[in-house]
């Protein structure tokens, strides 16, 4: 598939003029009214094609769309951008920017960097035999790590491991299906560092020790999944043992040499990331960085719109500035030799910070009309939040999802229950959306930015990983059903 550049211009100037025409047409209210109200629905549509850009163009034209991948990005961006400045001026676009941007996007992928940059700093080497025992250990190990070090950090950790240990097996899929499932995903559900969508609601207000509470959720699935892939690695490992006898015996011939963990000293950093985000948290009720009396952080006001001033707190700088320095030394005193033995590129991290930033400035209409309207979408139990957001978790990216139906139980009007920037949300409501986002992003390759990552190092090193509606048979046998238990067990569709 080939765009020439007169079709993105010929795309661009037609939804521009559409998107201009409604949202005029929405927009007559009076002007200290809330945006999400002015807004048309269809304004979203930049959002839904960014996504649907990056679920489908892959399948239609990898190639293409591995160098092109910026240009989608951006102009689905300017799509909404356009159409916003011409309408509701520039200073209500820095606004939604601002906000999108730098509260936002930045704080997200700066954390997403540092653990990727230190984590690909620590190697682990020596001989391991891709046996059903040596790869359970290694998703649970994975899967525990995952909530400290994060999905990304967890899944750079153990993917090259794993790897090497099951190089001699033929039949060996499956397992980097449930290294998605388990250690990209579901693993990272008990701290904000574990998984982008908790951490975006720790940027908003949710406590950094609330998402504990998953737990339960987190562990039944955990132990069932890590059952069902037991199950079936052994009835593989007995079938490649069986039919491919040279290669177990070439495997067993190799000089075994001992398990040995090089740039242990990225540990240091690693604890460096960790407690930054845990020092943002408790310095956010400090009366030297917060307003006791609104509960809002202090920090540099940067403009004011319709009375209201838009702060990035300082906790930020500190949090983002600590993050950043563990990377800087990380790079510093890491041999070359050891990222080269973890095969360590910037691929990866580049497409999730180019993929993300069109995903995160295209969302901005999304979060405002739900923010306004999230009452009568008809969402009023748990379980219609655990099935919302994990659905469009699925196949949206569950990060920007989260917030949207983090936005929307915020606007059910909870009197008491969690107190976010977004207003109080209930906790059986934020605990719904919490594993309905990061428990489903699993559903999809576009899920979660970890399982592009995991994918596409699995087959650069030769694994045969299904196509995407292949890797959503797998979710449907194995994830679907554990959902449906986790509805029954923790969010009863019966009770009102």
């Known amino acids: 598939m080939r765009l020439k550049k007169i079709s993105i211009t010929t795309i661009l100037t037609f939804i521009s003029i559409f998107a201009i025409n409604s949202v005029v047409f929405a927009s007559t209210g009076s002007s200290d009214e809330e945006l ?76 997403l960097f540092g653990l990727f940059v230190v984590t690909g700093g620590i190697s682990l080497r020596g001989t391991l035999n891709g046996t059903p025992n040596v790869n359970i250990t290694i998703l649970v190990i994975g ?7 994060g999905t990304t950090g967890a899944g750079m950790l153990m993917i090259r491991p794993l790897l090497r240990a099951n190089k001699w097996r033929k039949s060996k899929t499956h397992i980097f299906v449930f290294f998605i499932f388990l250690i990209c995903n579901i693993g990272g559900s008990l701290t904000p560092i574990g998984d982008p969508p908790l951490f975006l609601g720790f940027l908003r207000g949710v406590p950094f020790f609330w998402t504990m509470k998953l737990i339960l959720p987190m562990a039944l699935n955990s132990i069932i999944l890590l059952i069902a892939f037991y199950i079936l690695d052994r009835r593989a490992y007995k079938k490649d043992m069986a039919a491919y006898p040279e290669s177990m015996a070439k495997a067993a011939a190799e000089k075994k040499e001992p398990l040995k963990i090089d740039g242990l000293h990225n540990v240091i950093f690693l604890a460096m ?5 845990i020092l943002s948290g408790i310095l956010s009720k400090n009366p030297a960085f917060a307003d006791q009396s609104t509960g809002l952080n202090k920090g540099i006001t940067i403009m004011t719109i319709h009375g209201h001033g838009i702060v990035i707190p300082y906790i930020n700088f500190i949090r983002d500035t600590i993050i950043l320095i563990a990377a800087f030394l990380s790079m510093k005193t890491t041999s070359r030799g050891i990222r080269m033995n973890n095969n360590f ?35 009023t139990r748990p379980a219609h939040f655990f099935w919302a957001s994990g659905i469009l978790s699925s196949f949206l990216d569950n990060a920007p999802t989260y917030l949207v139906f983090m936005t929307t139980s915020a606007s059910l009007g909870a009197t008491s229950g969690i107190a976010t920037t977004m207003g109080t949300i209930a906790p059986d409501m934020l605990l719904a959306v919490s594993c309905g986002a990061v428990f489903m992003g699993a559903n999809t390759y576009i899920g979660n930015a970890p399982n592009f990552m995991v994918r596409s190092i699995a087959e650069e090193n030769e694994v045969k990983m299904p196509g995407f509606f292949g890797y959503i048979g797998w979710s449907m046998t194995f994830l679907i059903p554990l959902f449906i238990l986790n509805t029954l067990l923790f969010f009863n569709p019966f009770v009102q």
């Not at 899967?143 to 070090?149: C, D, E, G, I, N």
């Open 36 to 111: 999400g109200t002015r807004l048309p629905i269809w304004s979203i549509l930049p959002f839904v094609c960014m996504l649907l850009s990056i679920a489908i163009l892959p399948l239609v034209n990898g190639h293409w769309w591995e160098h092109n991948q910026a240009k989608i990005s951006a102009l689905w961006a300017l799509v909404f951008l356009i159409p916003f400045l011409i309408v509701f001026g520039v200073k209500e676009m820095m606004s939604g920017l601002v906000h999108s941007i730098i509260l936002d996007y930045i704080p997200f992928i700066v954390l």
């Open 143 to 149: 899967t525990v790590l995952a909530s400290w070090v």
């Open 273 to 277: 990331i960790i407690g930054s985000v």
């Open 345 to 379: 590129t910037w691929a990866p991290i580049k497409e999730v910070a180019i993929l993300f930033a069109g995903i995160f400035i295209t969302m901005i209409p999304a979060l405002a009309i739900l923010g306004a309207r999230g009452s009568e979408l008809g969402l």
